[in-house]
């Protein structure tokens, strides 16, 4: 069985051809998949019938995403959807909306997606971390994630405009099922969103920046640092061994050199652990001068035992990175109390 979704425009198309039909065909195909959101070939009806039924009958098939929970924040500006899909596995994916400026402009409206189930990096302040690994999603189960949520705002006339690869999962350890999903989501005959508009995350898994630097593409890179030292680094995120702060401060500097896009490092910040004054001053030591941003996250009520600095101690942290000149900013979290910000996602939810 081959998911439709699996398909690149390119591939799409030689498939269509070995068939013994015309190139057009494929874009017959493509333009429902990703306009139409059909649950069947049989209802791409711009298909001959019997182009359908050699489709179903060689095996390929549009894959189901059932979903199996809903929770809206009680703003309706976070959707949390834990999907089933066709292999019966289950994953947790996040739409999060941001009002327009405009009072007749669209919300941004951008997905949180999943890249595995579980993760193997065991972030001690992470829930998902605390699952451990269960599986790799393979490329279509990454799209269909945006295709579900696609179809919902469709149907309320609006549209998909950012994505963030910030789910469950640490992207760089299922790289290239993650990177053909990124070239689908972003083909002009595809989903077709921009490049630009998307963002993928790591904890700072170096070959992978390193890999991604090379695939000639405009996507944002962001960096989970979350310590400026390798001691306090390895007590918090477990498996950094390989690679020291300093790498994976080089790997951001890299691939900002490459691709021209600005990386973002990510801190999540705790009280009593990461968020004293020496520690910000040695994060802007470590930060200065390389141009990067910094994003601060007081974080989320979550698995272990920590807990979110007072806003006072959040603003000292920030104000000190200020006063040494790196670019940073305290991101406000959609979702907490839904458990569908960072680090909150996890598949037992229900049941
Ligand atoms: S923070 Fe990211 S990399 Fe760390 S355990 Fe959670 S999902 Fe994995």
Redesign the pocket.
């Known amino acids: 069985m081959t998911d439709l979704y699996r398909l690149l425009p390119e591939e799409m198309e030689q498939l269509v051809m070995d068939m013994g039909y015309q190139r057009y065909r494929a874009d017959q195909i493509l333009y429902p998949l990703y306009y139409k959101f059909p649950k069947d070939i049989s209802e791409i009806k711009q298909l001959p019938k019997a182009m359908r039924e050699e489709l179903a009958a060689a095996g390929y098939t549009i894959g189901s995403t059932q979903e199996i929970h809903r929770v809206v924040s009680e703003d309706g500006e976070t959707m949390k959807l834990l999907l089933n899909l066709d292999d019966d596995t289950s994953v947790e994916t996040v739409l999060m909306q941001y009002p327009s400026t405009n009072p007749l402009g669209h919300p941004r409206s951008t997905i949180c997606v999943s890249t595995q189930i579980g ?5 001690v ?5 605390q699952m451990g690994f269960e599986t790799n999603l393979k490329a279509e189960h990454i799209v269909s994630q945006v295709i579900h949520f696609a179809e919902i705002l469709q149907q309320r006339g609006q549209h998909v405009t950012n994505l963030v690869f ?1 789910g ?3 992207p760089m350890a299922n790289y290239d099922e993650m990177i053909r999903a990124v070239r689908i989501l972003t083909h002009p005959r595809g989903f077709g969103i921009g490049q630009r508009h998307i963002t993928i ?3 700072g898994i170096t070959s992978g920046i390193d890999r991604l630097a090379e695939e000639d593409l405009q996507i944002g890179l962001a960096i ?1 640092l979350h310590a400026p030292n390798n001691n306090l680094r390895k007590q918090l ?1 477990p498996t950094a061994g390989p690679n020291s702060v300093e790498e994976i401060i080089e790997a951001g500097r890299r691939y900002f050199k490459k691709t021209g896009r600005r990386v973002t490092f990510e801190y999540a910040l705790m009280e009593g652990v990461n968020d004293s004054i020496e520690t910000a001053m040695e994060l802007a030591r470590l930060l200065k001068g390389n141009g990067s941003h910094l994003n601060i996250i007081p974080i989320n009520p979550t698995a272990g035992n920590f807990k979110r600095p007072s806003s006072g101690r959040v603003l000292k942290f920030e104000q000190i990175l200020i006063d040494a000149g790196i670019n940073c900013t305290v991101r406000v979290e959609k979702g907490t109390e839904i458990s569908a910000a ?2 909150q ?1 996890r598949t037992d939810i229900v049941g």
Not at 119 to 123: D, E, V
Not at 125 to 129: M, Q
Request: hydrophobic letters at 40%; proline letters at 0%.
């Open positions: 993760c193997a990096m065991g972030c302040f992470c829930a998902t971390g910030m469950m999962g640490e995350s790591t904890i989970s995120v960072c680090g996602l």
